[in-house]
Nanobody, 130 residues
Framework: VQLVESGGGLVQAGDSLRLSCAAS????????LGWFRQAPGKERELVAA????????YYPDNVKGRFTISKDNAKNTGYLQMNRLNVEDTAVYYC????????????????????????WGQGTQVTVSS
């Protein structure tokens, strides 16, 4: 499956953005989805994950309450809604799918490990100015 992110851009602190992750085919629907980000000089980090059904989600503490991940299987598309952005959120954002948790729904049906994700998009830049 091929993934294409969109929706990045330059915003001010406090603004919102919604990123999209469009998949090339419906196999996307079977897999868990993760959103990651990578800032210059830093490791890629997970910012949100969701199981194949879109019902069970995970967020690290630094984005919890501000970011929301969702998955529209009818459209083969995933989303990351980002609110109250701050300068520390500046990074390239990537979506990825984990095919090992195919049709797994519920708590733990997504990986927190970047190495377990199989397909990646090319990334979209998000820049937050103060």
């Amino acid at each position: 499956v091929q993934l294409v992110e969109s929706g990045g851009g330059l915003v001010q602190a406090g603004d919102s953005l919604r990123l999209s992750c469009a998949a090339s085919d419906s196999s996307f629907n079977m897999y868990a989805l993760g959103w990651f980000r990578q800032a210059p000089g830093k490791e890629r980090e997970l910012v949100a994950a969701v199981d194949w059904s879109g019902t069970s989600t995970y967020y690290p503490d630094n984005v919890k309450g501000r970011f929301t991940i969702s998955k529209d299987n009818a459209k083969n598309t995933g989303y990351l809604q980002m609110n109250r952005l701050n300068v520390e959120d500046t990074a390239v954002y990537y979506c990825a799918v984990d095919k090992s948790r195919r049709y797994c729904a519920g708590y733990g049906c997504y990986s927190l490990d970047v190495l377990e994700y199989d397909y990646w998009g090319q990334g979209t830049q998000v820049t937050v100015s103060s």
